[in-house]
Structures are given as structure tokens and as C-alpha cells.
């Protein structure tokens, strides 16, 4: 069974920077393809970034690219999302997810984890 637990979240100005964690446990790492949606109240879950199973590429969102990097270290079996130049609007919350075959898209993710609260106010 994976398990994967987020941290990192916080409040933080515009302009400013947060590095969000996920520590994956159960099965073989870097088998899976991990990636990173956020949710504001009201709203689907939306896609940030994903990185394909070891050796595979990296994509982001067009509101976040450029400003969000996604890295996995195996050896850690950690996920992690550096934000810079943050605004307002990703104010969400952050959920980390894995699948062995999923890309994009919510649905194809069966395993996540409990969130994090990214706040981006002044």
C-alpha cells in the first residue's frame, strides 16, 4: 500500500518562495509517476506538475511554468515542489499524488495524500 505525506505549506507574501515536501512509503518508488494538483473551496482539483517515473520527463501547468520546479530524489523516496515568485492565485491546497500510469489528469491518480495549505496574502 503507497502512503504519501505532504509538508511545507504556509502563508507567504507575493513574490515569495515555499518548498513543498511529499515522503513516499510502500511501494517501489520510482516505479510510480508523482505529481502535485492543488484545490481551492468550490473548485476541482487541478493539475501543477508532474514528474513520469524515473528517467521519464516533467510537465507543469502554464500558470505555474517557469515559476514552480518539481524534483523526486530516490534515496529519499521525497517528491518536492519549489514555488517562487508565488501570487495570490496559488492560494490552494496542495495534495501530492501517485499512479503507475497516470499523466495529468486527477482521475488517473489512486494514491494521495492529505494536503497542504499554501496561502499567498499580503
Known amino acids: 500500500q503507497v502512503q504519501l505525506v505532504e509538508s511545507g505549506g504556509g502563508l507567504v507574501q507575493p513574490g515569495g518562495s515555499l518548498r513543498l515536501s511529499c515522503v513516499v512509503s510502500?511501494?517501489?518508488?520510482?516505479?510510480?509517476?508523482l505529481a502535485w494538483f492543488r484545490q481551492t473551496p468550490g473548485k476541482e482539483r487541478e493539475f501543477v506538475s508532474v514528474?513520469?517515473?524515473?528517467?521519464?520527463?516533467?510537465y507543469y501547468a502554464d500558470s505555474v511554468k517557469g515559476r514552480f520546479t518539481i524534483s523526486r530524489d530516490n534515496a529519499k523516496r521525497t517528491l518536492i515542489l519549489r514555488m517562487d515568485s508565488l501570487e495570490p492565485e496559488d492560494t490552494a491546497v496542495y495534495y501530492c499524488?501517485?499512479?503507475?500510469?497516470?499523466?495529468?489528469?486527477?482521475?488517473?491518480?489512486?494514491?494521495w495524500g492529505q494536503g497542504t495549505q499554501v496561502t499567498v496574502s499580503s
Open positions: 499524488a501517485a499512479s503507475l500510469y497516470g499523466l495529468t489528469h486527477a482521475a488517473d491518480f489512486a494514491h
Open positions: 514528474s513520469q517515473k524515473s528517467g521519464g520527463s516533467t
Open positions: 510502500g511501494q517501489l518508488f520510482s516505479t510510480y509517476t
